[in-house]
T-cell receptor
Framework: AQSVTQLGSHVSVSEGALVLLRCNYSSSVPPYLFWYVQYPNQGLQLLLKYTSAATLVKGINGFEAEFKKSETSFHLTKPSAHMSDAAEYFCAVMGSYNTDKLIFGTGTRLQVFP | EAGVAQSPRYKIIEKRQSVAFWCNPISGHATLYWYQQILGQGPKLLIQFQNNGVVDDSQLPKDRFSAERLKGVDSTLKIQPAKLEDSAVYLC????????????????FGPGTRLTVL
């Protein structure tokens, strides 16, 4: 069965610092992987997705993630944090063949300090 | 284009009462999803509709939860009777079509309904 593990429920960075949010996945088939962002009292917004094309995926708002099969990882990075990046971030894997059920991690709350 | 609409945004009820949530997907989207997001956890799929048929309801607690999408457009999720552990945000999402695993259709999420059961 597919699953994702997000390391660190809270991450704090200073404005302008590197953002690194960690995600490891488990999948018995080549996975589709996703990062979503959730701002307070809002739904989820897709940041980026990996669907077996290029391993380095660029998303919105300057975020990118690299698919590393050998490490079963899909970490999210941004070179320079902005105050507006403060939100909850979820990593997700698509469940299996013949379904598009998303299986989410437990989330990482990003705080950005001035 | 208008996004996924949900109502109400907030609901407070007492345990053993009933509650219903409504979702209107993006126009033209054939697939509709209901997710439950408990505080501190990621969203969990409750049920997926393709038009007005159910694709996956394996994690829906059918003794108390029900959902319908009668005309293949908007959908209602009901809880009867509610328990304390049902306190959560209920997210509705829609996508253009069911992906299978040969392609991917992005799921667009609504703002959610925050349910508090006292």
């Amino acid at each position: 069965a597919q699953s994702v593990t997000q390391l660190g429920s809270h991450v704090s960075v200073s404005e302008g610092a590197l953002v690194l949010l960690r995600c490891n996945y488990s999948s018995s088939v080549p996975p589709y992987l996703f990062w979503y962002v959730q701002y307070p009292n809002q739904g989820l917004q897709l940041l980026l997705k990996y669907t077996s094309a290029a391993t380095l995926v660029k998303g919105i708002n300057g975020f990118e993630a690299e698919f590393k099969k050998s490490e079963t990882s899909f970490h999210l990075t941004k070179p320079s944090a902005h105050m507006s990046d403060a939100a909850e971030y979820f990593c997700a894997v698509m469940g299996s063949y013949n379904t598009d059920k998303l299986i989410f991690g437990t989330g990482t709350r990003l705080q950005v300090f001035p | 284009e208008a996004g996924v609409a949900q109502s109400p945004r907030y609901k407070i009820i007492e345990k053993r009462q009933s509650v219903a949530f409504w979702c209107n997907p993006i126009s033209g989207h054939a697939t509709l999803y209901w997710y439950q997001q408990i505080l501190g956890q990621g969203p969990k799929l409750l049920i997926q509709f393709q038009n007005n048929g159910v694709v996956d309801d394996s994690q829906l607690p059918k003794d108390r939860f029900s959902a319908e999408r009668l005309k293949g457009v908007d959908s209602t999720l009901k809880i009867q009777p509610a328990k304390l552990e049902d306190s959560a945000v209920y997210l509705c999402a829609s996508s253009l079509d069911w992906s299978g695993f040969t392609s991917y259709n992005e799921q667009f999420f609504g703002p959610g309904t925050r349910l508090t059961v006292l």
